[in-house]
Protein backbone atom coordinates (compact mmCIF):
# COMPACT_ATOMS: atom_id res chain seq x y z
CA UNK A 1 0.00 0.00 0.00
CA UNK A 2 2.46 2.26 0.88
CA UNK A 3 4.72 1.51 -2.42
CA UNK A 4 1.66 2.58 -4.48
CA UNK A 5 0.95 5.82 -2.77
CA UNK A 6 4.57 6.70 -3.21
CA UNK A 7 4.57 5.72 -6.81
CA UNK A 8 1.37 7.82 -6.95
CA UNK A 9 2.99 10.74 -5.70
CA UNK A 10 5.78 10.50 -7.80
CA UNK A 11 4.02 10.34 -11.14
CA UNK A 12 1.95 12.96 -10.20
CA UNK A 13 5.11 15.30 -8.98
CA UNK A 14 6.14 14.24 -12.49
CA UNK A 15 3.00 14.88 -14.59
CA UNK A 16 1.61 17.69 -12.29
CA UNK A 17 -0.61 19.13 -15.56
CA UNK A 18 -2.01 15.99 -16.30
CA UNK A 19 -3.88 15.90 -12.87
CA UNK A 20 -4.70 18.79 -13.45
CA UNK A 21 -6.63 18.03 -16.73
CA UNK A 22 -8.22 15.21 -15.06
CA UNK A 23 -9.50 16.82 -12.10
CA UNK A 24 -12.49 18.53 -13.61
CA UNK A 25 -13.61 14.68 -14.93
CA UNK A 26 -12.83 13.28 -10.96
CA UNK A 27 -15.01 16.27 -10.16
CA UNK A 28 -17.77 15.38 -12.09
CA UNK A 29 -18.02 11.69 -11.49
CA UNK A 30 -18.18 12.48 -8.03
CA UNK A 31 -20.44 14.89 -7.75
CA UNK A 32 -23.02 14.05 -9.99
CA UNK A 33 -22.13 10.00 -10.23
CA UNK A 34 -21.18 8.90 -6.69
CA UNK A 35 -22.21 11.21 -4.06
CA UNK A 36 -26.05 11.42 -5.43
CA UNK A 37 -26.00 7.48 -4.65
CA UNK A 38 -26.46 7.89 -1.10
CA UNK A 39 -30.20 8.87 -2.30
CA UNK A 40 -30.86 4.89 -3.66
CA UNK A 41 -31.63 5.05 0.57
CA UNK A 42 -35.04 5.60 -0.38
CA UNK A 43 -35.74 2.29 -2.08
CA UNK A 44 -36.21 1.01 1.01
CA UNK A 45 -38.22 3.59 2.77
CA UNK A 46 -41.51 4.65 2.12
CA UNK A 47 -39.91 8.32 1.22
CA UNK A 48 -41.81 11.16 1.85
CA UNK A 49 -39.89 14.88 0.93
CA UNK A 50 -41.22 16.72 3.41
CA UNK A 51 -39.77 14.04 6.16
CA UNK A 52 -36.49 14.04 4.54
CA UNK A 53 -34.20 10.65 3.81
CA UNK A 54 -32.99 10.39 7.73
CA UNK A 55 -36.92 10.37 9.02
CA UNK A 56 -38.87 8.51 6.46
CA UNK A 57 -40.34 4.80 7.68
CA UNK A 58 -38.02 1.76 6.14
CA UNK A 59 -39.79 -0.54 4.63
CA UNK A 60 -37.45 -3.10 3.54
CA UNK A 61 -37.72 -4.45 0.15
CA UNK A 62 -40.96 -4.04 -0.01
CA UNK A 63 -41.11 -1.52 -3.04
CA UNK A 64 -38.86 -4.72 -5.11
CA UNK A 65 -41.58 -6.92 -4.59
CA UNK A 66 -44.67 -5.09 -5.96
CA UNK A 67 -42.51 -4.09 -9.04
CA UNK A 68 -41.76 -7.92 -9.17
CA UNK A 69 -45.19 -8.44 -8.37
CA UNK A 70 -46.79 -6.32 -10.52
CA UNK A 71 -48.96 -6.63 -12.95
CA UNK A 72 -46.68 -4.58 -15.65
CA UNK A 73 -43.61 -6.06 -14.85
CA UNK A 74 -43.47 -8.91 -17.46
CA UNK A 75 -44.93 -6.56 -20.21
CA UNK A 76 -41.95 -3.41 -19.35
CA UNK A 77 -39.45 -6.19 -19.13
CA UNK A 78 -39.71 -7.90 -22.04
CA UNK A 79 -39.97 -4.60 -24.24
CA UNK A 80 -36.72 -3.38 -23.19
CA UNK A 81 -35.07 -6.48 -23.60
CA UNK A 82 -36.59 -6.76 -27.00
CA UNK A 83 -35.88 -3.22 -28.18
CA UNK A 84 -32.11 -3.60 -26.91
CA UNK A 85 -31.91 -6.73 -28.56
CA UNK A 86 -33.03 -5.17 -31.61
CA UNK A 87 -30.49 -2.07 -31.62
CA UNK A 88 -27.82 -5.17 -30.19
CA UNK A 89 -28.61 -6.59 -33.82
CA UNK A 90 -29.37 -4.13 -36.34
CA UNK A 91 -27.89 -0.71 -34.63
CA UNK A 92 -24.34 -2.16 -33.66
CA UNK A 93 -22.96 -3.71 -36.50
CA UNK A 94 -24.20 -0.80 -38.93
CA UNK A 95 -21.84 1.63 -37.41
CA UNK A 96 -19.24 -1.08 -37.86
CA UNK A 97 -20.15 -1.46 -41.54
CA UNK A 98 -20.61 2.30 -42.38
CA UNK A 99 -16.84 2.66 -41.15
CA UNK A 100 -15.73 -0.18 -43.10
CA UNK A 101 -17.18 1.69 -46.53
CA UNK A 102 -16.24 4.46 -45.03
CA UNK A 103 -12.72 3.82 -45.10
CA UNK A 104 -13.09 2.71 -48.66
CA UNK A 105 -13.81 5.95 -50.10
CA UNK A 106 -11.07 7.22 -51.73
CA UNK A 107 -12.09 10.74 -52.33
CA UNK A 108 -10.90 13.26 -49.03
CA UNK A 109 -13.87 15.84 -49.60
CA UNK A 110 -16.47 13.24 -50.26
CA UNK A 111 -15.41 11.61 -46.90
CA UNK A 112 -15.51 14.20 -45.25
CA UNK A 113 -19.04 15.16 -46.49
CA UNK A 114 -20.23 12.00 -45.58
CA UNK A 115 -19.23 11.91 -42.32
CA UNK A 116 -20.22 15.15 -41.66
CA UNK A 117 -23.68 14.36 -42.97
CA UNK A 118 -23.58 11.00 -40.98
CA UNK A 119 -22.79 12.75 -37.65
CA UNK A 120 -25.60 15.29 -37.81
CA UNK A 121 -28.60 13.86 -36.30
CA UNK A 122 -26.75 12.78 -33.07
CA UNK A 123 -26.14 16.64 -32.54
CA UNK A 124 -29.81 17.54 -33.34
CA UNK A 125 -32.33 17.76 -30.61
CA UNK A 126 -34.34 14.47 -29.41
CA UNK A 127 -37.57 16.89 -29.20
CA UNK A 128 -36.91 17.82 -33.11
CA UNK A 129 -35.74 13.82 -34.03
CA UNK A 130 -38.97 12.29 -32.15
CA UNK A 131 -40.90 15.38 -34.04
CA UNK A 132 -39.78 14.58 -37.45
CA UNK A 133 -40.88 11.01 -36.81
CA UNK A 134 -44.31 12.22 -35.90
CA UNK A 135 -44.52 14.07 -38.91
CA UNK A 136 -42.90 11.63 -41.42
CA UNK A 137 -45.12 8.23 -39.75
CA UNK A 138 -48.62 10.26 -39.58
CA UNK A 139 -51.36 9.10 -42.07
CA UNK A 140 -50.25 11.44 -44.58
CA UNK A 141 -46.39 11.64 -43.59
CA UNK A 142 -43.18 10.66 -45.85
CA UNK A 143 -42.57 7.22 -44.12
CA UNK A 144 -46.49 6.16 -44.19
CA UNK A 145 -46.79 7.04 -47.93
CA UNK A 146 -43.38 4.86 -48.79
CA UNK A 147 -44.96 1.85 -47.01
CA UNK A 148 -47.94 2.55 -48.46
CA UNK A 149 -46.23 2.01 -52.06
CA UNK A 150 -43.81 -0.37 -51.44
CA UNK A 151 -45.56 -2.88 -49.18
CA UNK A 152 -49.26 -1.85 -49.01
CA UNK A 153 -49.42 -1.19 -45.58
CA UNK A 154 -52.73 1.25 -45.43
CA UNK A 155 -51.95 4.35 -44.89
CA UNK A 156 -52.99 5.25 -40.67
CA UNK A 157 -51.10 6.67 -38.08
CA UNK A 158 -48.14 4.26 -37.64
CA UNK A 159 -47.42 5.17 -34.78
CA UNK A 160 -51.02 4.31 -33.64
CA UNK A 161 -50.19 0.09 -34.77
CA UNK A 162 -48.60 -1.28 -31.94
CA UNK A 163 -46.42 -3.60 -34.15
CA UNK A 164 -45.28 -0.61 -35.68
CA UNK A 165 -43.50 0.91 -32.80
CA UNK A 166 -40.32 -0.91 -32.25
CA UNK A 167 -39.26 -1.18 -35.75
CA UNK A 168 -39.77 2.65 -36.26
CA UNK A 169 -38.07 3.38 -33.04
CA UNK A 170 -34.72 1.05 -34.06
CA UNK A 171 -34.38 2.68 -37.43
CA UNK A 172 -35.36 6.24 -35.98
CA UNK A 173 -32.04 5.42 -33.69
CA UNK A 174 -29.82 4.00 -36.49
CA UNK A 175 -30.17 7.04 -38.36
CA UNK A 176 -29.39 9.49 -35.50
CA UNK A 177 -26.55 7.44 -33.97
CA UNK A 178 -24.72 5.42 -36.10
CA UNK A 179 -22.48 8.02 -38.17
CA UNK A 180 -21.68 9.26 -34.77
CA UNK A 181 -20.96 5.50 -33.42
CA UNK A 182 -19.00 4.70 -36.33
CA UNK A 183 -16.37 7.39 -35.09
CA UNK A 184 -14.27 5.17 -33.16
CA UNK A 185 -14.43 2.42 -35.22
CA UNK A 186 -12.96 4.49 -38.24
CA UNK A 187 -10.12 6.24 -35.75
CA UNK A 188 -9.58 1.92 -34.89
CA UNK A 189 -9.30 1.32 -39.00
CA UNK A 190 -7.25 4.22 -39.24
CA UNK A 191 -4.57 2.59 -36.74
CA UNK A 192 -4.25 -0.38 -38.80
CA UNK A 193 -0.48 -1.30 -39.88
CA UNK A 194 -0.56 0.05 -43.52
CA UNK A 195 2.08 -2.79 -44.47
CA UNK A 196 -0.71 -5.64 -44.25
CA UNK A 197 -2.90 -4.09 -46.66
CA UNK A 198 0.18 -3.67 -49.05
CA UNK A 199 1.32 -7.41 -48.59
CA UNK A 200 -2.48 -8.30 -49.11
CA UNK A 201 -2.33 -6.29 -52.41
CA UNK A 202 0.93 -7.80 -53.25
CA UNK A 203 -0.92 -11.45 -52.79
CA UNK A 204 -3.85 -10.02 -55.27
CA UNK A 205 -6.59 -10.05 -52.23
CA UNK A 206 -9.55 -7.81 -53.36
CA UNK A 207 -11.00 -4.75 -50.96
CA UNK A 208 -13.60 -7.11 -49.84
CA UNK A 209 -10.71 -9.31 -48.40
CA UNK A 210 -8.80 -7.20 -47.07
CA UNK A 211 -11.72 -5.89 -44.99
CA UNK A 212 -12.51 -9.36 -44.38
CA UNK A 213 -9.05 -10.63 -43.14
CA UNK A 214 -7.21 -7.73 -42.17
CA UNK A 215 -9.69 -4.96 -40.87
CA UNK A 216 -12.09 -6.46 -38.90
CA UNK A 217 -9.42 -8.69 -37.29
CA UNK A 218 -7.28 -5.27 -36.25
CA UNK A 219 -10.64 -3.42 -34.73
CA UNK A 220 -11.48 -6.92 -32.92
CA UNK A 221 -11.05 -5.84 -30.03
CA UNK A 222 -12.55 -2.98 -30.02
CA UNK A 223 -15.53 -3.88 -31.50
CA UNK A 224 -15.80 -6.60 -27.98
CA UNK A 225 -15.09 -3.80 -25.69
CA UNK A 226 -17.94 -2.27 -26.85
CA UNK A 227 -20.03 -4.95 -27.27
CA UNK A 228 -19.37 -5.77 -23.87
CA UNK A 229 -20.66 -2.41 -22.94
CA UNK A 230 -23.63 -2.38 -24.88
CA UNK A 231 -24.57 -5.68 -23.32
CA UNK A 232 -23.97 -4.10 -19.55
CA UNK A 233 -27.23 -1.91 -20.59
CA UNK A 234 -29.28 -4.20 -21.83
CA UNK A 235 -32.20 -3.18 -19.35
CA UNK A 236 -31.18 0.16 -19.98
CA UNK A 237 -33.51 2.68 -22.63
CA UNK A 238 -33.43 6.08 -22.64
CA UNK A 239 -36.98 7.13 -21.51
CA UNK A 240 -36.96 10.55 -23.77
CA UNK A 241 -37.64 9.28 -27.19
CA UNK A 242 -40.05 6.83 -26.03
CA UNK A 243 -42.33 9.44 -23.81
CA UNK A 244 -42.21 11.67 -26.96
CA UNK A 245 -43.47 9.07 -29.29
CA UNK A 246 -45.20 6.50 -27.63
CA UNK A 247 -48.98 7.28 -26.32
CA UNK A 248 -51.41 4.74 -24.94
CA UNK A 249 -52.51 2.66 -27.75
CA UNK A 250 -49.06 1.70 -27.98
CA UNK A 251 -47.81 0.91 -24.35
CA UNK A 252 -48.40 -3.18 -25.01
CA UNK A 253 -45.22 -2.29 -27.27
CA UNK A 254 -43.76 0.81 -25.95
CA UNK A 255 -43.82 0.80 -22.31
CA UNK A 256 -40.62 -0.09 -21.15
CA UNK A 257 -39.04 0.28 -17.37
CA UNK A 258 -37.66 3.74 -17.73
CA UNK A 259 -40.88 5.06 -18.83
CA UNK A 260 -42.85 3.20 -16.31
CA UNK A 261 -40.46 4.93 -13.75
CA UNK A 262 -41.19 8.14 -15.28
CA UNK A 263 -44.60 6.95 -14.36
CA UNK A 264 -44.81 5.70 -11.28
CA UNK A 265 -41.76 7.94 -9.13
CA UNK A 266 -42.68 11.16 -10.98
CA UNK A 267 -46.10 12.00 -11.90
CA UNK A 268 -47.83 9.31 -9.39
CA UNK A 269 -45.22 11.16 -7.15
CA UNK A 270 -43.51 6.86 -6.04
CA UNK A 271 -40.70 7.76 -5.06
CA UNK A 272 -39.32 5.17 -3.69
CA UNK A 273 -41.19 3.01 -6.21
CA UNK A 274 -39.32 4.13 -8.74
CA UNK A 275 -35.35 4.39 -6.59
CA UNK A 276 -36.36 0.66 -6.20
CA UNK A 277 -36.75 -0.33 -9.73
CA UNK A 278 -33.80 2.22 -11.04
CA UNK A 279 -31.38 -0.04 -8.48
CA UNK A 280 -33.29 -3.22 -9.83
CA UNK A 281 -31.98 -2.44 -13.60
CA UNK A 282 -28.60 -1.02 -12.00
CA UNK A 283 -27.94 -4.39 -10.56
CA UNK A 284 -29.29 -6.73 -13.28
CA UNK A 285 -27.16 -4.83 -15.79
CA UNK A 286 -23.64 -4.95 -13.30
CA UNK A 287 -24.22 -8.72 -13.49
CA UNK A 288 -24.56 -8.64 -17.40
CA UNK A 289 -21.61 -6.22 -17.64
CA UNK A 290 -19.44 -8.92 -15.38
CA UNK A 291 -20.76 -11.71 -17.26
CA UNK A 292 -20.44 -10.82 -20.85
CA UNK A 293 -16.49 -9.32 -19.45
CA UNK A 294 -15.72 -12.94 -17.61
CA UNK A 295 -16.75 -14.57 -20.79
CA UNK A 296 -14.90 -12.65 -23.52
CA UNK A 297 -11.91 -13.05 -21.29
CA UNK A 298 -12.55 -16.71 -21.29
CA UNK A 299 -13.09 -17.16 -25.10
CA UNK A 300 -10.67 -14.42 -26.88
CA UNK A 301 -8.54 -12.91 -23.74
CA UNK A 302 -10.08 -9.55 -24.89
CA UNK A 303 -11.75 -7.46 -21.82
CA UNK A 304 -12.73 -4.48 -20.01
CA UNK A 305 -10.57 -5.56 -16.95
Known sequence: ?????????????????LYVMAL?????????HYFPMYGVIIAFQDYVPGRGIAESDWVGLKHFKDFLSDVYFLRVLKNTIVIN???LIFAFPFAIIFALLLNEIVGQKFRKLTQTVTYMPHFISVVVICGIMLDFTKSTGLITHMLHVLFGIDPVNLLSKVEMFKPLFVGMSIWQEFGWESIIYFAAIAGVNPSLYEAAMIDGASRFK???????????????????????????????????????????????????VYRRGLIMFEYSFGSSVGLFNSIINFILLITANYLSRKLNETSLW
Open 210 to 260: RAIHITIPSIAPTIIILLILKIGNLLSLGWEKIILLYNPMIYESADVISTY
Open 1 to 17: MRLVSRSLMDNIVKHPI
Open 24 to 32: PVLLYYAIF
Open 85 to 87: LYL
